[in-house]
């Protein structure tokens, strides 16, 4: 079983608001549709989630009952966004299947604990391809969260034994430094989790939730559950297909 990233940063304009990169979607639909094996995607959020989340600071927690709004509205913006890339699937022959993390599982203190991982399993069995997204989630201490789709995935990598995680972002890979911001930033091919000493490059715009530094530390549990994972730019033609085929492709492998 795979499971495929695909960024906020690829499926929509980041700096235009609830603008989804059609052109990208449908030439990633298209590049999935390469594969037969069981795969699950998880889509990020971009110019849909993350500045309603923003607006309503609802990473934080309930503080207000204004709140409640801006919640389901985070909510409702991914949901928008989870159905144009579902609908871009179903219309490339893949048999995606649209799942929200809010309807199956509570973070406590924004760390997911509990996951009925049933209808995913149900879902794989029958040869659907979940599509599940970061996602506004009912915390139990601090009433909701945001949950991002590295932790979602990494958590369904150890639960459903993964063999690789594909992180599809704008950028190579990982580097030592932001390579939108520094020129001297160097693209890392291989990195070991026991010699992370380069200083990874967080991402720009607003990003309620970590940027590529988050993105190794949320995969390093997964790696050492003996997942493959793999970080590369989903915006450069045939890179996700060629990593779905298990092929050796240009980005990041991160290895024990
Ligand atoms: C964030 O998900 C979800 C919301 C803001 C609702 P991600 O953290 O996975 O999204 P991207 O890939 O950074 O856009």
Redesign the pocket.
Known sequence: MQIL????????H?DEYFSPHTENIKRLAQEISATKKPLII?????S???P???KYN??DGLKTSEQLVGFSE??Q??TRLNQIIVDTLLEAGVPAFGISASSMLVTKNRRLVDIDMSIIKGCLKLGLVPVM????VLDTEQGFA???????IVRLAIDLEAERIIFG?DVDGIYTANPKLDPNAKLIELVSLSHITAEVGG?TNT?????ML?KLKEAEEAVEAGAEVVFLNANAENRVKTALLGEKVMGTLLTL
Do not use: N, P, R, W
């Not at 997204?133 to 506004?136: N, Q, V």
């Not at 990003?207 to 940027?211: A, F, K, L, M, Q």
């Open positions: 990233k695909l960024g906020g940063s690829v499926i929509t980041k998880v889509h990020g959020a971009g849909f989630g993350h309603v989340a923003k609802i990473s985070t909510h913006s991914m997204y970061g996602d506004a945001i949950l991002s789709g590295d932790q979602l972002s991402a990003d309620v939730t970590g940027g988050g």
